[in-house]
């Protein structure tokens, strides 16, 4: 019985040799979590979020500019020359509406300080002079027109009512004065108000149609409305195209025949 059990003790330590390489797989992963450990340190540096912090900080204590001033410029000898900076109820007024006149050589302003007023100023020995302020109706419009010896505020309010206030250089300016509009002009339609020669000119677009009425400098109607041509764009088809390109063609043709019959009565040279 002694021999059996010395041919069993060898054959053991060879079974406990494949258990040897079982930490070797175990350690292996060690290289890859130390690698993988170096790049995600990276981008959690704060070197990144600083950056944008700072420059944050720069861009919401850099000091406003200034708001503009407006300025009135006058065109002379083909250049434009500064005049004189606008009132400052001009500049105060986030939007104000404004409209320019002449009278005598002087600019004349109507500045919209509130809803239904509006401030009148002249340019006088360098400086605005107040011309006063006149009301008007809710929600109305206006406008300067110059005439050769006044100025005339033109008012349209919310329902196309119109009126008239006019100044002259010497006299404050006139109560309003209705302008009556043209009987088949619709109160939305868009309106254009000038002066022409001796009188005022009204023209009324509605619908792609042009109206147009005179009226005496004093606001009266001078003759019955009449109907504008309107402008219609060119409609270019395939007709036309064709025709332009035999044009083109022929023209071609006209030039290479020129050119060869004076090529060809050009006398020859003692070299050729």
């Known amino acids: ?36 450990t170096k790049p995600a340190t990276g981008p959690t540096t704060t070197r990144p979020a600083t950056a944008p912090a700072t420059n944050s900080i720069t861009a919401t204590t850099t000091p406003a500019s200034p708001s503009a001033t407006p300025v009135l410029f006058k065109y002379d000898r083909s250049r434009w020359h500064p005049v004189a900076d606008l009132p400052a109820i001009a500049a105060r007024l986030p939007a104000p509406a404004i409209a320019l006149g002449v009278l005598a050589d002087r600019p004349v302003l109507a500045i919209q300080t509130e809803h239904t007023a509006v401030r009148t100023l002249a340019w006088a020995d360098d400086h605005w002079e107040d011309w006063g302020a006149i009301r008007l109706p809710p929600g109305a419009t206006f406008s300067l027109v110059s005439t050769p010896g006044s100025i005339v505020l033109w008012v349209v309010d919310q329902d196309g009512a119109m009126s008239l206030h006019q100044r002259t250089d010497s006299e404050p300016w006139s109560p309003a004065k209705p302008l009556a509009a043209p009987a088949a002009a619709p109160a939305d339609a868009q309106r254009a108000f000038t002066p022409a020669g001796e009188e005022f000119r009204l023209v009324l677009l509605k619908d792609g149609k042009l109206l147009e009425q005179r009226y005496s400098f004093a606001g009266q109607p001078n003759g019955a409305p009449a109907q504008l041509p309107a402008a219609t764009p060119a409609v270019t088809g395939s007709n036309a195209w064709i025709f332009q390109t035999i044009v083109l063609a022929g023209l071609v043709i006209v030039i290479l025949l020129t050119l060869y019959k004076r090529r060809s009565e050009t006398p020859p040279t003692e070299e050729e």
């Open 1 to 36: 019985t002694r021999p059996t059990p010395a041919s069993v003790r060898p054959p053991s330590p060879p079974a406990l040799a494949p258990a040897a390489p079982t930490p070797v797989p175990v350690t292996t992963p060690i290289p890859a979590t130390t690698r993988a």
